[in-house]
C-alpha cells in the first residue's frame, strides 16, 4: 500500500473511531466490546493515582542521569517575566505565588533530568497537600499512600507538575485531570513554559495515539505532532489546554 494511501485509511479511520466512541463512549470499536471504569480517584498508574507521562507514542522519554537537553535556566525561573506569568492564573495572589514557588523549586530540583516533581494545592486556600519529589521511575511518578490518600479525600485541587521535555500535557495528563477533579492542571516546561490545561471527560488514547501517528507520518515533530492531536481531540472532546504568556 503507497504510503498517501495508507495516511488516507488511516485518517477515515480515525474518524470512524471518533465517530463512534462520541456516540457510544463505552464501546470499543475495535473489539466491539462494551467496557466499563469505575469513577473516582484514577490509579491507572501502576505505583500511584496518577500516571504521569505516557507509554503511548513518542512523548515522554525520561531517563536517568544529566541531560544537556533538559537543563533549566535557572536565572530565567527567577525573573520577574517568569514570576508573572502566575500573576493571573488565579484570583487568589497567595495561591499564584504558592503555584510560582511550587514550579520553581520543581524546575529546580529536576534541572538536567528527565524525572518529575508533582504538587497538589489547594485552590481556595493555597496549602500545599501532596507533593512527590522523589521519584526515580521513568515515565511516572510513584505515589505514596500519604498522597494516594490526601487526594483523594481533597477537592478543587490545582496539580502542577514538570515536563522535562517540555511538551504540552499527555492524554494522561487531560485523563487524570477529568479522573481526580481538579480544577485545573499546570505544566511548568522545563524550557520555560508554562501550560494550563482542564478536561472534563475521559479521552481514548486508542484514538489520541492514532492521531499522532498520522501527524507524525505527515512529517510533523514530535512537538506539532502532540499539539495538532490535542486541537483535533478539542473537536469533539469537552478538554482545553493553552499556553500561559
Not at 511550587?102 to 529536576?110: E, I, M, Q
Request: neutral net charge; contains cysteine; hydrophobic residues 35%.
Amino acid at each position: 500500500m503507497a504510503l498517501n494511501d495508507f495516511l488516507a485509511w488511516a485518517e477515515a479511520y480515525i474518524r470512524y473511531i471518533d465517530i463512534e466512541l462520541r456516540m457510544n463512549p463505552y464501546h470499543d470499536p475495535e473489539t466491539g466490546r462494551f467496557t466499563f471504569k469505575p469513577l473516582g480517584i484514577d490509579k491507572s498508574g501502576g505505583s500511584g493515582i496518577i500516571r504521569v507521562g505516557s507509554e503511548n507514542v513518542a512523548l515522554e522519554y525520561q531517563r536517568y542521569g544529566r541531560n544537556k537537553n533538559t537543563l533549566v535556566n535557572k536565572t530565567y525561573i527567577d525573573s520577574g517575566e517568569y514570576r508573572r506569568k502566575f500573576d493571573n492564573l488565579t484570583d487568589n495572589p497567595f495561591v499564584n505565588k504558592t503555584l510560582y514557588e511550587c514550579a520553581k523549586t520543581a524546575l529546580k530540583h529536576r534541572s538536567g533530568t528527565e524525572l518529575e516533581d508533582m504538587y497538589w494545592i489547594d485552590s481556595k486556600t493555597g496549602k500545599i497537600i501532596a507533593k512527590e519529589i522523589n521519584s526515580t521511575n521513568k515515565r511516572a511518578i510513584v505515589y505514596s499512600e500519604k498522597t494516594r490518600s490526601a487526594v483523594e479525600k481533597s477537592s478543587d485541587l490545582i496539580a502542577l507538575h514538570t515536563h522535562p521535555s517540555s511538551m504540552p500535557p499527555s492524554v494522561a495528563d487531560f485523563n487524570s485531570c477529568y479522573k481526580n477533579k481538579y480544577s485545573i492542571g499546570l505544566i511548568a516546561c522545563h524550557n520555560g513554559k508554562i501550560f494550563r490545561y482542564i478536561s472534563y471527560e475521559e479521552i481514548n488514547e486508542k484514538l489520541y495515539d492514532m492521531y499522532i501517528g498520522a501527524n507524525m507520518n505527515k512529517g510533523l515533530s514530535e512537538y506539532d505532532a502532540q499539539e495538532k492531536a490535542i486541537a483535533d481531540l478539542k473537536r469533539n472532546y469537552n478538554i482545553d489546554f493553552w499556553e500561559v504568556l
